[in-house]
């Protein structure tokens, strides 16, 4: 079963993936599809509001934040780890629960970073909004580290996210009963 999707003239097949036995989501996956990532990244940056560096969570939205500093000319970006790496000094980090992964994870990030993120506004960046816990660990971080939310943006907002008027999504993506009908 798939889901057609239409990102402001661009169509993708999403297929629905089951997360338990009466609740389907759409995979949305930008990995390796470059067209979808450089429309979404301009799409966003034409809602964005003023910032001063971007910040997204590993992993899915890596690809999005990275061509959305590449189309804005950033020379900065910033992406919260899952998890502290040898190299981070002085880690700041939260505990999220996904959707799409069911468990706790942690997102980190270190004071090399939060010295850039201190005392500037933040916006934040993720692939799909759905229950709100991951960009919420982000404004956590963000706030933590001395930075101020700029604004939240996701490609798609998922299910009762749609009616979220904190982030600025592009589209609304519907959650599905195991039959592939629309919740």
Same mark, same amino acid.
């Given at each position: 079963?798939?889901?057609?999707?239409?990102?402001?003239?661009?169509?993708?097949?999403?297929?629905? /993936?089951?997360?338990?036995?009466?609740?389907?989501?759409?995979?949305?996956?930008?990995?390796?599809?470059?067209?979808?990532?450089?429309? /979404?990244?301009?799409?966003?940056?034409?809602?964005?509001?003023?910032?001063?560096?971007?910040?997204?969570?590993?992993?899915?939205?890596?690809?999005?934040?990275?061509?959305?500093?590449?189309?804005?000319?950033?020379? @900065?970006?910033?992406?919260?780890?899952?998890?502290?790496?040898?190299?981070?000094?002085?880690?700041?980090?939260?505990?999220?629960?996904?959707?799409?992964?069911?468990?706790?994870?942690?997102?980190? $990030?270190?004071?090399?970073?939060?010295?850039?993120?201190?005392?500037?506004?933040?916006?934040?960046?993720?692939?799909? $909004?759905?229950?709100?816990?991951?960009?919420?660990?982000?404004?956590?971080?963000? @706030?933590?580290?001395?930075?101020?939310?700029?604004?939240?943006?996701?490609?798609?907002?998922?299910?009762?996210?749609?009616?979220?008027?904190?982030? $600025?999504?592009?589209?609304?993506?519907?959650?599905?009963?195991?039959?592939?009908?629309? $919740?």
């Amino acid at each position: 079963m798939n889901y057609e999707i239409d990102l402001a003239g661009l169509k993708r097949e999403l297929p629905l /993936c089951k997360v338990t036995d009466d609740l389907y989501i759409g995979a949305f996956v930008m990995f390796g599809d470059v067209e979808l990532t450089v429309h /979404c990244a301009k799409m966003l940056l034409e809602k964005a509001p003023e910032y001063d560096y971007l910040i997204a969570p590993e992993a899915k939205a890596i690809p999005l934040v990275y061509e959305m500093a590449r189309q804005s000319g950033a020379e @900065k970006y910033f992406i919260a780890r899952k998890g502290a790496k040898a190299y981070m000094q002085g880690v700041f980090e939260v505990e999220v629960r996904s959707i799409t992964t069911m468990h706790i994870q942690k997102l980190v $990030i270190d004071e090399a970073d939060a010295r850039f993120i201190n005392g500037k506004r933040m916006l934040i960046i993720d692939d799909v $909004i759905s229950t709100g816990e991951s960009l919420n660990a982000m404004e956590t971080l963000v @706030k933590k580290a001395g930075g101020t939310v700029a604004g939240k943006m996701a490609v798609l907002a998922e299910g009762d996210a749609k009616n979220r008027d904190d982030i $600025i999504t592009l589209a609304h993506l519907p959650v599905f009963n195991k039959d592939g009908s629309v $919740i």
